[in-house]
């Protein structure tokens, strides 16, 4: 038989919280080890050895919880019974990196005794039932990306105010977190204060905790989102009669709108942009909706739905970022787009650069985005020559025709006139302007203009 480890565990507290059978496992047994005695309880068993001279030498905690693990897996070996009792702080199955690995090891077979976690504790100290409100467990040291909802979240692991300040980084500022210190002990300290106060808790150590009860995050909104959606096609008849292709023009409306809520953003001065802000945030949500309501269409058709489509085009720009998330290296953002375009083709097997380009776009845009590729095959010229030929297509134009209003305007192509207009916008290239965006501007001054004479003639 493979020799045993025994692992009890000495509760979130004091020795008040032990169960009598590890109370009994650790006094009885012939060979036992605490894994610290920087715990309340430990103060029972004076005379058990533990591994705190670890903790000092360890240059990392990998480290150190290997050198635990490989010890007791040696004296389990030579103990007399073949079986050695190992506490920890806490409960056994509750973030016990040593517990992994003994679990993992061939070499001893690892009994789990069970003992009250820091869970129990918080759970009664805050009146939680972690059943019912659907409590998550998350270690504080795991990683470094935001923390998730939803809550409530219970973080462990807590024990430095170095940790604190992690975890404040991973949460909204404003987020209400519970500080739970020394829970169940005659110190106890239950305190709520917002994310970006928590490193100003001095009193933080090994017996400090988290609990964020709320914490609403893109993946809860999206999902509730998704269900108000099916609510709308269950219920609404105006929903329930939409197809993708009578939902078309409504995604380009969005678009559009979007875009002119964007662009009334960003031309704001520094200062109070509150209306603006509230107007780009209506509108991403009204383009948002659309992208779902597709979604959902296509969901029900069993073709895809928001999931599918938000892990595909994660997987797609992994793939188009090798310098992010591969070992390329890129000298600036010309090379990034330049390997872009190449990796981009050789995805979806194009053979020209053309390929793929949306000719329903504005003529404008449509041209200034042919001249990006065109720049791909060495397709151009330089800065000078295009200014040179704008001036000469200006020069050629013909005015003859008197000036005409809507109703009697050509829509006849004069050759000129499209010398003129590409020559205006292959300089606009070369000096990096966006003319779209220019003669919008100038549409925007242009309305003012009129509803100002329109405001002085009433």
């Known amino acids: 038989m493979k020799p045993v480890v025994r692992v009890v565990g000495l509760g979130p507290g004091d020795a008040e ?60 070996g030579t103990a007399p019974d ?11 199955v509750v973030a016990e990196r040593t517990v992994e690995l003994l679990l ?3 070499d001893v077979t690892t009994v789990l005794e069970s003992a009250v976690s820091v869970i129990d504790i918080a759970c009664a100290a805050l009146g939680k039932d972690p059943m019912a409100c659907g409590l998550r467990i998350v270690d504080a040291l795991a990683n470094v990306v935001p923390l998730r909802g939803p809550g409530p979240l219970l973080i462990l692991q807590t024990y430095s105010s170095e940790v604190l300040a992690s975890v404040a980084d991973r949460l909204p500022a404003t987020t209400v977190v519970t500080v739970l210190h020394h829970v169940g002990l005659s110190d106890q300290v239950i305190v709520e204060m917002p994310a970006s106060e928590l490193v100003s808790f001095g009193e933080v150590d090994h017996l400090t905790s988290l609990w964020v009860e709320g914490l609403r995050t893109a993946g809860e909104a999206m999902d509730d989102l998704v269900d108000f959606m099916r609510r709308l096609r269950a219920e609404c008849p105006w929903d329930q009669e939409q197809t993708h292709a009578s939902l078309t023009r409504h995604l380009l409306e969005e678009a559009y709108e979007t875009l002119d809520a964007l662009e009334a953003f960003v031309r704001v001065d520094e200062g109070d942009a509150t209306d603006e802000t509230a107007h780009v945030e209506e509108e991403l949500g009204d383009l948002l909706f ?13 073709l895809f739905n928001l999931a ?14 090798p310098h992010v998330f591969g070992d390329v290296q890129v000298s600036g953002s010309d090379e990034v787009a330049q390997r872009w375009e190449m990796l981009k083709r050789d995805e979806k097997g194009r053979e020209s650069v053309t390929d793929g380009i949306a000719w329903q776009l504005p003529a404008l ?21 295009s200014r040179d030929n704008a001036l000469k297509a200006l020069g050629a134009l013909s005015l003859e025709r008197d000036s005409v209003d809507d109703a009697t305007s050509s829509s006849d192509v004069d050759a000129k006139w499209g010398d003129a207009i590409v020559a205006l916008v292959e300089m606009a290239q070369w000096a990096g302007v966006d003319l779209e965006g220019v003669l919008r501007e100038r549409a925007r001054q242009l309305r003012d203009e009129i509803r100002n004479v329109e405001s002085t003639s009433e």
Request: proline share 3%.
């Open 290 to 302: 659309q992208i779902v309501f597709h979604a959902e269409l296509g969901d029900e058709e069993d």
């Open 365 to 385: 845009i449509l041209y200034t985005k042919l001249l990006r590729k065109a720049a791909q095959v060495e397709l151009t010229g330089n800065a000078e020559t």
């Open 308 to 321: 599918t489509i938000a892990d595909a085009v994660r997987d797609k720009l992994t793939g188009r970022h």
């Open 82 to 92: 073949g079986e050695v009792v190992y506490a920890v702080p806490g409960s056994p």
């Open 17 to 76: 919280l032990l169960t009598r059978r590890t109370f009994d496992l650790l006094r009885d047994a012939p060979v036992a080890r605490l894994r610290t005695r920087v715990h309340p309880a430990a103060a029972a068993f004076v005379d058990l050895a533990s591994y705190d001279e670890l903790y000092e030498s360890a240059e990392s905690f990998e480290e150190l919880y290997d050198a635990i693990a490989a010890d007791l897996i040696k004296l389990a």
């Open 104 to 106: 993992a090891s061939d």
